[in-house]
T-cell receptor, first 117, second 113 residues
């Protein structure tokens, strides 16, 4: 299994500022995923982060707004840039096991609850 | 886009079995059915998955129809702590590590005392 921690757990920010969310995994993983969950909604995939290469973004999400770093196999950051109240959401980090893993499960962090005023 | 259809909400009496249906009529031959749940303000939690056979673990049972176009998650003795949003997800084998789960709207299960 994989245990995922995120920092911060929650934050309240002013519009126009940026926030960087950290995701730490207790084991090495190839792919890390970032999701957004707007209030009362389901999870939406933002991007897939592969170590050593540029992140791949889903439709509607762009690198300038949500830059992602993936410096090693256990860590990633997501930055929410130039924030507006519409960015108020829970942001979740997730990982899936690499090839050959026995288990067939995707793991999620506890989420970062962001409120933008 | 999500490939599943679930009722938006269900109620269940505490101690009774909760049966949560899911339609996935466009599932392909190599796709699995995964069930996750999300208790308020927490990250999604894995429950169970299956390909074509029925599955059971300590949390739940998964019944998949023979044509694989629908499935039912069964919580045999629901408790108040099972109140959550339950997501039925269709997707490839996850231990390739490359393809993330795509979430639909899920079913909000309320367990009532």
């Amino acid at each position: 299994s994989a245990v995922i921690s995120q920092k911060p757990s929650r934050d309240i920010c002013q519009r126009g500022t940026s926030l960087t969310i950290q995701c730490q995994v207790d084991s090495q993983v190839t792919m890390m995923f970032w999701y957004r969950q707007q209030p009362g909604q389901s999870l939406t995939l933002i991007a897939t982060a592969n170590q050593g290469s540029e992140a791949t973004y889903e439709s509607g999400f762009v690198i300038d707004k949500f830059p992602i770093s993936r410096p090693n196999l256990t860590f990633s950051t997501l930055t929410v840039s130039n924030m507006s109240p519409e960015d108020s959401s829970i942001y979740l980090c997730s990982v899936a096991p690499g090839g050959g893993a026995v288990y067939n499960e995707q793991f999620f962090g506890p989420g970062t609850r962001l409120t933008v005023l | 886009d999500a490939k599943t259809t679930q009722p938006p909400s269900m109620d269940c009496a505490e101690g009774r079995a909760a049966n949560l249906p899911c339609n996935h009529s466009t599932i392909s031959g190599n796709e699995y059915v995964y069930w996750y749940r999300q208790i308020h303000s927490q990250g999604p939690q894995y429950i169970i998955h299956g390909l074509k056979n029925n599955e059971t673990n300590e949390m739940a049972s998964l019944i998949i129809t023979e044509d694989r176009k629908s499935s039912t998650l069964i919580l045999p003795h629901a408790t108040l702590r099972d109140t959550a949003v339950y997501y039925c997800i269709v997707g490839p084998r996850l231990n390739s590590g490359n393809t993330p789960l795509v979430f639909g709207k899920g079913t909000r299960l309320s367990v009532i005392a």
